[in-house]
């Protein structure tokens, strides 16, 4: 179908075009004459294509029937108002609107032949299309799908990572709402239940409050999401429902002793592959959480320059947050590993299986310093050692790739050079023991 031309009137562009045959049945118009609101040329064209296009779809609807489906009602019912120059609203809302506004709609849905309500466009011009009846288990398939740029970039484990977290918070909430109910009737004292399920949850020891809150705020996520997506305009109210934490648990970091005479120790880590062996060595003295290792491709690892060094981005994964992409030069133990693994870590491309590989054999070997250490601790050790040794704020938060704390990051931050400087004088005392 050739592609609307605008007209000029005056100073203002309008969209003026023949309905054709095929809209006769659901069109009483015969000749479409609309404002396009405003006096560009260039504009006008790109408007009256999308105006032409969203009378068309509106059209195809009526003559579908989809305002009748169950699923698409909603959307059809914009479709047709759009059609008539009309936003959908709700007839509460339209009640609220100007008279004018109210007459042209009622008009709009009146057949001129008998002065009737035409059935097909009333709903639609006059709000009065019922809401889609969407249950909380229907409410994650509509989440799933709308939500694929959330994705993006995400490796096969990522991804499975974060479907399954949000799946599983989202089953708790059916299970403590009574069943797979509408969200329409999901109110405050369902929210209530759920709170307090998940707090029997916490003394029973089965979840920290810091999980609960979690759980809770990926569940509810996915309930406004789909709100505001489908326009459903309901009363969500979750605030105030976060359990208080009144101490954060952290990760204790390795010291520096335990580093070097355990963890560095000829033969210590000899029963672990190589690959995840130079993941846990180049971890000392990058500081890089362990997926980011394991997402690094070969060109990502640079061994042939005056600065060996490895290069984080987000051409190949997703990353954390955006201030994690960031470049790491390499020293000591940690080159030693890259250029034991020049090609990366293909075992765990993924990232499914490294931390717990390793954490099972610092286990196994006693290599743990105390129960509460694991292979992340290696990254809170990096960041102690830049502390001690006087590194600037900024210079330290970029190299661990957290963002700076209450403004924004500007310029381009230290040169590869001055960093690599800065980490040979922080991990002078990391060598291995003779």
């Known amino acids: ?116 309500l035409d059935h097909r466009r009333a709903p639609a011009l006059l709000g009065t299309v019922e809401k889609p009846h969407i249950t909380l288990a229907g409410a994650w398939d509509i989440f799933w799908k709308h939500t694929e740029q959330n994705r993006h970039g995400m490796t096969v484990t990522q991804e499975r990572i974060w479907r399954t977290t949000r799946m599983r918070s989202m089953r708790r909430l059916n299970e403590a709402a009574g069943g797979d109910i509408p969200i329409s009737e999901f109110g405050t004292d369902e929210a209530l239940d759920v709170r307090e399920m998940y ?54 970091p390795f010291s520096d002793t335990w580093i070097k005479n355990r963890l560095l120790a000829p033969g210590a880590l000899g029963g672990l592959n190589t690959e995840a062996r130079c993941v846990l060595l180049g971890m000392i003295h990058t500081g890089y959480r362990p997926s980011e290792a394991v997402g ?25 947050t955006s201030s994690s992409a960031r470049v790491l030069p390499l020293v000591g133990v940690s080159l030693e590993a890259f250029q034991a693994c020049p090609g990366g870590f293909p075992r765990y491309l993924d990232g499914a299986t490294i931390g717990a590989t390793i954490n099972k054999y610092l286990t196994e070997h006693l290599l743990r310093e ?20 006087g590194v600037d704020e900024r210079i330290r938060r970029d190299l661990m790739g957290h963002r700076l704390a209450n403004r924004e990051r500007y310029g381009a931050g230290a040169r590869l050079d001055h960093l690599h400087s800065l980490l040979q004088d922080a991990e002078t005392e990391f060598q291995r023991p003779n």
Not at 73 to 98: D, K, N, V, W
């Open 296 to 320: 690094l491709r070969p060109e990502d690892i640079r061994l042939d320059t005056d600065i060996p060094h490895i290069d984080i981005n987000s051409t190949h994964r997703h990353l954390k």
């Open 370 to 389: 105390t129960p509460g250490h694991s292979l992340y601790c290696l990254r809170h050790s990096f960041e102690d050692r830049l502390l001690h040794a």
């Open 199 to 252: 707090w029997e949850m916490v003394l029973a020891g089965q979840v920290t409050r810091a999980t609960a809150n979690k759980e809770m705020g990926h569940a509810f996520h996915v309930l406004r999401t789909v709100n505001k997506i489908r326009r459903l305009n309901l009363p969500l109210a979750f605030e105030g429902l976060r359990f208080d934490i009144t101490e954060k648990a952290t990760r204790p």
């Open 1 to 116: 179908m050739k592609s609307p031309e605008p007209i000029r009137r005056r100073a203002v562009f309008y969209l003026r075009r023949r309905v054709p045959k095929r809209y006769h049945g659901v069109e009483d118009r015969r000749e479409i004459l609309t404002s396009l609101h405003t006096d560009s040329e260039k504009d006008a064209r790109t408007r009256a294509a999308e105006t032409w296009a969203e009378m068309v779809r509106g059209w195809e609807a009526l003559l579908a029937g989809d305002i009748a489906a169950a699923d698409d009602r909603m959307a059809a019912a914009r479709e047709i108002a759009r059609t008539h120059g009309f936003q959908y609203r709700t007839a509460l809302e339209i009640s609220r609107r100007p008279l004018d506004e109210i007459v042209a709609r009622v008009k709009a849905a009146t057949n001129p032949k008998d002065g009737t």
